[in-house]
């Protein structure tokens, strides 16, 4: 089992970065595709796998409790196998985190019934489950609460439906297109959230056998099928740590090379940044930050292509950079702002309004303190932050950058950062 550490991220600022630096495979992606080699008993090799996420190991780990075997043959790829049938309870005592849904999903469309630990990791606001209590007994399944753990039965299997969702869940498009792939007829998930990492997903899947088409932002479309077998998957590059390295060379005024960048994946918050000063530039597989000024930021969070949930820390951080108020509308968890408050004690002036963050930026002008990360995102937004302050930034709890970040003290580092774990 990963033994988290109380971590200590030491940083002297202000500091200018250059380099270059490479993206690991995507944490949002690599969970949910752990996820789903619980449907089948055949092998499962995933490429450019993140090995060293915290969040990655703890996931393992739960496959290795409910029976699974996984190598890694390399430092970023994965075999999982098993020689017997999994287990349908996932006995676990460690950090749970939100995953356990998918596994629960998973566990379910397989074996006709499951049980996992209610879900954790970051705080975030009201994160419910209904969403997902709600496809499963669509599909015909039971749902109850026992202790701390959420339990699901369907005697004869599940049964393909139609889901229609209140409103563009990422979990709960992932669970439904997972339950669906063995569930018995067709199913349908009416205004499901397409991003990245759900194409990830479904790539994975029907590489796997599965039968999915997607029909836009409008509706997947999902046939059962009786059994899904082995496959090789490349997980995608992590657009979070794309513009984590996009948002570093900006707010520091330095040039940064980052290799495959995703794009396509990246096309409404690039172009806000643009607008706000980013000097950026395509290589032939890669993009290129030249500096740039930071301007005020206006953003909302939104679905995807829209600006992603986790993003809005980072432009925190660029706002901290920028001269003048800039404004951030969080539609996705409103009231995620408790990290501005870790930021307020490096000099940055902030007010809630509502579901609003005001912050009023004086480009630059932080000094070093000590703070501390209270989720992933906002972990890497105080390091931003201490890279451009005056004197030693202390992050306490920096365990939670580790859970989404690979090797992200050694990159800061490798581009000229003076940082240390404790």
């Not at 570093?248 to 940044?273: C, K, M, Q, W």
Request: aromatic letters at 6%; proline letters at 3%.
């Amino acid at each position: 089992m990963f033994d988290e550490m109380r971590e200590t991220l030491r940083l002297s600022g202000p500091q200018k970065l250059s380099g270059e630096v490479n993206l690991a495979g995507a944490k949002n992606s690599a969970l949910r595709l752990l996820a789903a080699s619980i449907l089948t008993s055949d092998q499962i090799i995933l490429k450019n796998y993140p090995s060293q996420l915290s969040d990655a190991q703890i996931h393992v780990d739960m496959l290795h409790a409910l029976g699974k075997k996984t190598v890694l043959l390399s430092g970023d790829e994965i075999c999982i196998t098993e020689s017997e049938g999994l287990k349908t309870q996932l006995q676990w005592e460690g950090r749970s985190i939100r995953n356990t849904l998918l596994i629960l999903g998973a566990l379910t469309a397989r074996y006709g019934q499951g049980s996992v630990p209610l879900p954790g990791g970051c705080k975030l606001g009201e994160r419910k489950y209904d969403l997902h209590v709600m496809l499963l007994e669509r599909m015909g399944a039971k749902v109850w609460e026992e202790g701390d753990y959420l339990y699901a039965e369907a005697t004869d299997g599940l049964i393909g439906a139609d889901i229609y969702l209140p409103l563009r869940s990422t979990g709960a498009t992932e669970n439904a297109i997972l339950a669906g792939t063995l569930a018995k007829g067709i199913s349908r998930i009416w205004n499901p959230h397409i991003r990245p990492e759900i194409l990830d997903l479904i790539a994975l899947l029907k590489s796997m056998g599965a039968k999915i088409q997607v029909f836009g932002q409008e509706h997947i479309e999902i046939t059962g099928v009786e059994g899904l077998h082995g496959a090789e998957h490349q997980v995608i590059a992590d657009n979070m740590e794309a513009i984590t390295w996009l948002a570093a060379a900006s707010i520091t005024n330095g040039d940064i090379e980052i290799n495959a960048f995703p794009y396509r994946d990246l096309e409404v918050v690039l172009a806000h940044l643009r607008s706000a000063g980013a000097r950026l530039y395509q290589g032939d597989d890669s993009l290129i930050v030249c500096g740039g000024d930071c301007y005020p930021i206006e953003i909302s969070t939104g679905p995807h292509p829209g600006i992603n949930s986790d993003v809005q820390p980072i432009l925190a951080a660029w706002a901290a950079r920028a001269r003048g108020e800039s404004k951030i509308i969080d539609l996705r968890f409103p009231g995620r702002y408790a990290y501005a408050e870790e930021m307020a004690r490096m000099g940055v002036k902030y007010e809630v309004v509502g579901d609003m963050l005001k912050i009023q930026g004086k480009g630059g002008g932080l000094h070093g303190a000590e703070v501390r990360a209270l989720d992933l995102r906002a972990g890497a937004a105080l390091a931003l932050c201490g890279l451009m302050a005056e004197g030693e930034t202390i992050i306490h709890d920096a365990w939670q950058i580790s859970r989404g970040y690979v090797n992200f003290a050694e990159k800061l580092k490798s581009l000229g950062a003076i940082v240390s774990y404790e």
